[in-house]
């Protein structure tokens, strides 16, 4: 009897075991995401190019998935892609699966005058940089109440702190500025808002969550190492 128990007391055991380790595995894993396209199409936005955001999305799970974002829900995304008349700037809450804010955004003098073309992460080149960012800390300088960026992406924006890229406010981003002069005025790289609505903006986004920065830049695409999946035929289509 005692040698049948002493049999049978480790099947039970790794039986056990196997069930909790089981249920910490469950527990475990993330939360479901809905997939880019389904996510697209209930945020209901057509301003919001959608390759841009598929490309935002794919990279965003990727970086949230190694936790590198505190405000994980909130994402941004800048279509540089679009003129400068347009909003550009989308805010996206993920979790409730809607926009919170679009609005105008200035791109780098150096990269453009109508739309922004050329890009660089060079200092003191006065251009915008592509790819991702994580928002940092906020202070009040000489455009008031800003926002920090760190660039995520060697090669591409990794000197973004170095370059002062930040989110502020410029009175160069306004409608009316638009009227007078049929685009807005331009930055020294800083994806930069109407004092309208730039602090407000600043308070949706900051402490630690994800912004992209989107062209029709193949070469951006081709150097970043966080999507999957190819989309150099749809930015060249």
């Not at 049948?4 to 894993?29: A, F, H, T």
């Not at 000489?142 to 000197?159: A, D, Q, V, W």
């Amino acid at each position: 009897m005692i040698s049948r128990l002493i049999l049978i007391l480790p099947l039970l055991i790794i039986s056990l075991g196997s069930g909790i380790i089981r249920d910490i595995s469950d527990d475990s894993e993330p939360s479901h995401t809905p997939d880019a396209s389904g996510l697209y199409a209930e945020l209901d936005c057509p301003e919001l190019n959608p390759l841009a955001f598929q490309m935002a999305y794919e990279g965003y799970r990727k970086l949230a998935g190694n936790s590198m974002f505190k405000r994980d829900t909130i994402l941004t995304v800048i279509d540089f892609s679009k003129p400068s008349v347009e909003n550009r700037f989308f805010v996206i809450d993920i979790k409730n699966r809607r926009i919170i804010e679009k609005t105008l955004v200035a791109h780098g003098k150096n990269s453009g005058l109508l739309y922004a073309e050329n890009f660089s992460d060079r200092p003191h080149s006065n251009q915008s940089s592509l790819g991702f960012y994580v928002t940092d800390q906020t202070y009040t300088g000489k455009h008031g109440y800003s926002l920090r960026l760190k660039g995520l992406e060697p090669g591409i924006n990794k000197n973004a702190w170095q370059r002062a890229i930040v989110v502020h406010g410029a009175n160069y981003v306004s409608e009316d500025y638009i009227k007078q002069y049929g685009r807005l005025g331009r930055s020294f790289g800083c994806p930069a808002l109407s004092y309208d609505i730039s602090s407000e903006v600043i308070n949706l986004i900051k402490d630690a969550s994800c912004l992209f920065i989107y062209s029709r830049d193949a070469s951006y695409q081709r150097q970043s190492d966080l999507f999957s999946s190819s989309y150099f035929a749809q930015i060249n289509h």
